[in-house]
Structure formats: structure tokens, C-alpha cells
């Protein structure tokens, strides 16, 4: 008789836990959608958040700049990329992108495709041995850009000293640094900076 | 005894046995035949060898690191960048301890740990995948993993462990290649100041004979070669990684008066004229022998520990009047299960040398001409890929797997004659 109720207790106690274990959200595989304008920082690190947020704000800044004004025809410019000077694998390109999107949206802005200029004159010199002469594009009659916009982006991060403790604080700084040059007399048009500081904790100690 | 409770006893064992086996995954047959592969030259082998693998989760790190040397000498630099980044971010999901394996490594072995590398190997996976973006003229990149070089030297996190002076040169170098020259120099400055025999001029990050220590240890051959060369009018120049030799094996057994051997050096010439040679900046078995040493006490405590702790549960199990059950925990514990951890990224070269030397402004192909450190020459390579170009500098790289023959044992410190067994394999025999 005790055996029997033990076995049943026992039989019970597993069934709970499975039933724990597959109802629990945690145990199951799940997706969720993100809504991607809401900020969240998983760690201290530059991430899609920061992506949008810098490009963001320096093309609301370049947008409402004196330089840019309401300068008519809008000028042309090129994208010369955001140099990467941390110690992680940035995807700058993303970066310029989203900025040329911004500010190509707005109309007040013209860009050359410098990223895709082999593509295009190969394309040009299939046109021009096979296309028919009404529909071949011209060549020779690409329109220079005025302005190149670059940057940089520069991270600085410390880290808490070796000492006895549970977890490890990280102090991440990031700072990045967007200028137009005039093409023509390779001043500087325009400049901005954008930076952020974060902190963030990871546990030393883990199951 | 009858049979119920033999069976009884053996259970607990098998479970045992079984958790340990699993915990400690079946990674070696693959790596081995892997590595066996690479030294022969059959890097696609040694790839699809890695590829086919499953990974046991506490071997990522060495699996990646393995499979990224060996694309990286395969030519395949996208892929193993990745796979050397993969290691790296594995490392830094591994700062945070587990203690559940850290736990059954005291009851098991420590290979049960996830492998996290010696610092010394942590800091040249940055410097291995700084060469693949420079193959593959990704110079930001390359200079993403110059500090990362830098990081993993700061004295707060590499702690007592020697540091090498080529991963300091990488990282200057790449930061030359973005034009940070000021950073750049304080790399060749620390590099210079951890090299004998020669020193890394901090300005131009040219490597030349040091006037004052005209017998250096590491390029004993320095001074008597000549050092630039013959045509100096070119103003381009090209920077050559020479990689030599074999790296320390996991099983490599170290002597008291272990010393290291004299390494092998490289001169570069094109079309028959002598460029220039390369210098010795690093030697990864007398690193592994360092950091080995410095961590032979920490291993020696946890294994008395982990022994005691084994012994201990055995005596318990035969305290409880079960001896049979006692004497088979004890075998298996001790017996069967306490084994060293010889992990080890083994792909590596043994040594890590420098060439940088005027050239031609149309460089698209160069011989290297190995030699011993007195000057008698081994073999020539002929390297044509990668040579990338940032304005007057080409950037290249080349391995010799052949291990280091012609390389020649000098006597041991103190005069007496290395015991058979210290790692002499990589220094004297060809294979």
C-alpha cells in the first residue's frame, strides 16, 4: 500500500514538472514581434536602436542646417562611408544608409549611387553594343556631386577592476562624428556630433 | 552477493560514466585527423574534416579556432574570419562561469570546462583575424581586431601572462594601415620593448638588428645578414608575415631546462634580387611553455582537490557497508575519468616572424627562401596570393607547414643536455 502511493506521488510529481516545464514560456521556442521604434538595449553595445537613432537625428539635424537651406536645384552628394573606429564589427553601411534614405526622402538632397558605379557602366557598355539607339543610355551624362558626406564612429569603454564580485559593469561610450566637404574647395561644409553613453551588467556567475 | 545488487551497484557507475562521456563529447577523433590533414597540406580535407564534425558545446572556441586556421592557409579568408570571430564571441559568452560544469569538473576532469584558450592563444585569434582581413584589403576591420589585440593585453586582463611582440606588431601595423600613426607607434614601441636582438623603429614600424645586443635569443642571425635591400629607390614596401613551424601539441610534456631552439628566418626575393629577411617576433612554444608554467601550480591544486573529492566519495560508498560499489566509483573516478586537460589550439605556427622590405611597385609575386638561423638554406616558397595594396604598401602572409626541419637545437641553459621527452620535436627532427 505504501509503495502504491509513493509510485503515485511520485508519478504526479513528474507530471506536474512536465506540465511546468512545456507550459512554461521560458522552456518553449517562441518569436515575437519587436516594435523597432521603441528603444531597447540588450547590452551596452551600439545596436539596431542606436542605428536608428543616430541616423536619425543627423539627418533631422543636416535637414534643418543652415547649409542645406532651401538651396535650389537640391545638391548632389556622395557617400564617402562612416569610418568604424571601435574594437566591434560595425556595420557603418547600414548606418549611411538609413542617413541617405532620410535624407534623399526629403527631397532637399540628390545622391549619386557611388556603391553601385562598376554595375552601372557595365550596364552602360551592354547598352551601347546591344541596346537599341532609342532606348541606350547616353553616355558621358552622369552629374557630378558638390558634397561628400563622411564620418566617423568612435567607442571608449571601460570596464569595472578585477575584484571579488558577482557581476561585471561595463561603461560603453560611442561617439560619432558626420561632416559634409565641399568638393570643389575641399572645405568643410557642414558637422555634427552625436554621442551616447551606456552601462551595462553581466553576471561572472552563471548555471 | 547476488545478482540484484550487482546490478544495482553498477547503475549509479554506468550513469556516472555515461554523464562524463557526454559531458567531455567525443571532439578529439576529429580534430586530430583534422590536424593531421593540415600538416600534411590536404586543407580541404582538414575542413571538411571540422565541417562534418558536431560540435560539442565545450569546444566551440578550439573547433573554430582550428577551422579558421586551417581556411585561412586554404585561402578561404571570408569564412574564416568568421569562424575566428564566432570563437571570439564565444569567448566573451564564456567570461560569465558555469557553474555547472565548473562543478562536475571537480568530479569529472576539467575538459568538462568549456575550452577558453590561454591568454597568450586568446590575443593571436585577434592577431589570425586581423591577416584575413588584411588578405582581404578590409583594413577597418583589420583595425576592429588591432584593438582588440590591445584589449587583451591591457595588464588587467592578461594578468601575469607573457605577451608577444607579434600580435603588438599586428595591431600597429593595422592601425597603420587606417593612418592612426600615433597609436600605431606606441604598438611598435611596446613591441621593440618586448624583442631581443632587434628592434621595431616606432616611426616607419621597420625592423632592424638593435646595435646594442648584437646576439639577440630570438634572431641570433640578424646582424650577420644584410638588412636592407640592394635597390633603394623604391618607395613602395612590402609587410610579409612569415609563419613557421609547428605549434606546442596538447600532450607535449615540458623539462625543467627546456630551452627554446633557434628559429628558422625567410628571405624575400623577386625575380632573384634579396629584398630583405624577416625577424623572429614571437615563438608560440616557448608562450605555451610560459603561460604552462605559470599555470602548473593552479592545475596541480584543483587536481589534489579533485582526487581527494573522488576518493572521498568512494570511501563514503564503502563506509556504507558497500565496498564493491566503493571500489568501482573509485575505479572510474580515478581510474578511467582523471585525465589533464590538453586542449590546445594546434594549427598554430611555431613561429611568428616579420618581413618588411622595399619592393618594386609592381610586386605580384615574391620567393621566400627558408633558411636555419645560420643561414643554410631549407626550401623556397613561392607566394602570389594574397598580396593586397594600401597606396605604397603591399600587405602578404605565407606558412610553411613542413615542420622545422633544418632548424637546429642549440644547448640547453646551463650546459646541460635536454632530457629525452622535452619538447625537442619542433626544434631538431624533421618529420
Keep these: 500500500m505504501k509503495t502504491t502511493v509513493t509510485r503515485t506521488g511520485l508519478v504526479f510529481l513528474m507530471c506536474s514538472i512536465s506540465a511546468f516545464l512545456t507550459g512554461c514560456a521560458a522552456f518553449r521556442a517562441s518569436t515575437t514581434d519587436l516594435d523597432v521604434n521603441k528603444t531597447q538595449h540588450v547590452r551596452s553595445t551600439y545596436d539596431f536602436s542606436d542605428l536608428r537613432t543616430l541616423s536619425q537625428a543627423v539627418a533631422d539635424e543636416l535637414l534643418a542646417s543652415p547649409f542645406l537651406g532651401d538651396k535650389s536645384p537640391a545638391p548632389i552628394m556622395m557617400i564617402a562611408g562612416v569610418q568604424n573606429r571601435t574594437g566591434r564589427y560595425v556595420d557603418t553601411k547600414g548606418l549611411t544608409d538609413k542617413m541617405r534614405t532620410l535624407l534623399f526622402q526629403s527631397g532637399k538632397v540628390q545622391f549619386v549611387n557611388e556603391a553601385r558605379r562598376e554595375d552601372l557602366l557595365k550596364e552602360q557598355g551592354y547598352q551601347a553594343a546591344n541596346a537599341t539607339p532609342e532606348t541606350q543610355t547616353a553616355v558621358g551624362k552622369q552629374l557630378g556631386a558638390k558634397y561628400m558626406l563622411s564620418g566617423s564612429l568612435i567607442e571608449m569603454q571601460e570596464t569595472s577592476p578585477r575584484q571579488v564580485r558577482v557581476s561585471k559593469q561595463e561603461y560603453t561610450y560611442y561617439k560619432l562624428t558626420m561632416e559634409v566637404t565641399d568638393l570643389e574647395t575641399g572645405l568643410l561644409a557642414w558637422t555634427t556630433e552625436k554621442e551616447f553613453a551606456r ?3 553581466q553576471p561572472l556567475i552563471g548555471w | 552477493m547476488d545478482l540484484r545488487r550487482v546490478i544495482a551497484c553498477l547503475r549509479p557507475v554506468g550513469l556516472v560514466v555515461l554523464t562524463a562521456l557526454i559531458q567531455c563529447g567525443c571532439a578529439t577523433p576529429a580534430l586530430d585527423s583534422a590536424r593531421h590533414n593540415f600538416y600534411a597540406g590536404q ?3 582538414a575542413n571538411e574534416t571540422l565541417d562534418s564534425a558536431k560540435v560539442p558545446d565545450n569546444n566551440k572556441v578550439l573547433f573554430n579556432m582550428e577551422r579558421g586556421t586551417v581556411r585561412l592557409f586554404a585561402g578561404r579568408y571570408e569564412t574564416s574570419a568568421r569562424d575566428y570571430i564566432a570563437a571570439s564571441d564565444e569567448l566573451d559568452r564564456l567570461e560569465t562561469y558555469s557553474v555547472s560544469k565548473g562543478t562536475a569538473s571537480w568530479v569529472v576532469n576539467d575538459t568538462v570546462q568549456s575550452f577558453r584558450g590561454t591568454p597568450y592563444e586568446r590575443t593571436l585569434l585577434h592577431a589570425f583575424t586581423a591577416k584575413d582581413h588584411l588578405a582581404m584589403a578590409n583594413w577597418d576591420n583589420a583595425a576592429v581586431e588591432a584593438r582588440r589585440i590591445i584589449k587583451s593585453l591591457d595588464p588587467a586582463v592578461r594578468g601575469d601572462y607573457p605577451e608577444d611582440a607579434y600580435s603588438r606588431y599586428m595591431a600597429g601595423f593595422c592601425l597603420e594601415m587606417i593612418d592612426d600613426d600615433s597609436n600605431a607607434r606606441i604598438q611598435y614601441q611596446r613591441a621593440s620593448s618586448l624583442l631581443s636582438g632587434i628592434k621595431v623603429d616606432e616611426d616607419t614600424g621597420h625592423i632592424l638588428p638593435a646595435p646594442e645586443s648584437a646576439a639577440g635569443t630570438n634572431n641570433t642571425g640578424a646582424v650577420a645578414s644584410p638588412i636592407v635591400a640592394d635597390d633603394k629607390r623604391w618607395p613602395h614596401e612590402l609587410v610579409c608575415f612569415v609563419l613557421l613551424g609547428h605549434s ?39 608562450l605555451a611553455y610560459t603561460t604552462d608554467q605559470i599555470e602548473a601550480v593552479r592545475k596541480m591544486i584543483k587536481t589534489v582537490g579533485r582526487v581527494v573529492v573522488k576518493e572521498a566519495i568512494a570511501s563514503s560508498l564503502e563506509a556504507n557497508d558497500n565496498e564493491l560499489l566503493g571500489e568501482l566509483v573509485r575505479f572510474v573516478l580515478i581510474g578511467l ?62 606558412r610553411d607547414i613542413v615542420p622545422a626541419s633544418g632548424s637546429v637545437s642549440i644547448p640547453p641553459r646551463n650546459g646541460k643536455e635536454p632530457r629525452p621527452g622535452a619538447l625537442q620535436s619542433a626544434v631538431t627532427d624533421p618529420e
Excluded at chain 2, 606546442?248 to 625543467?256: L, T, Y
Excluded at chain 2, 618594386?360 to 615574391?366: E, G, S, V
Excluded at chain 2, 645560420?374 to 605565407?398: A, D, K, Q, Y
Aim: one cysteine or more; glycine letters at 4%.
Design chain 2, 337 to 398: 575519468l582523471e585525465r589533464p586537460d590538453i586542449r590546445r589550439w594546434e594549427t598554430l605556427p611555431r613561429w611568428l616572424q616579420v618581413a618588411r622590405v622595399p619592393c618594386p611597385p609592381d610586386l605580384t609575386n615574391y620567393d621566400v627562401v627558408l633558411k636555419t638561423f645560420n643561414g643554410v638554406t631549407i626550401r623556397t616558397l613561392h607566394v602570389e596570393n594574397p598580396i593586397t595594396r594600401r597606396r605604397n604598401t603591399f600587405v602578404s602572409f605565407c
Design chain 2, 43 to 45: 586543407f580541404d580535407k
Design chain 2, 248 to 286: 606546442a601539441r596538447g600532450s607535449d610534456v615540458w623539462q625543467q631546462n627546456w630551452t627554446p631552439g633557434q628559429p628558422m628566418y625567410a628571405e624575400i626575393h623577386r625575380n632573384g634580387q634579396y629584398l630583405g629577411r624577416s625577424y623572429n617576433l614571437a615563438d608560440t612554444v616557448e
Design chain 1, 199 to 201: 552601462q551595462s551588467s
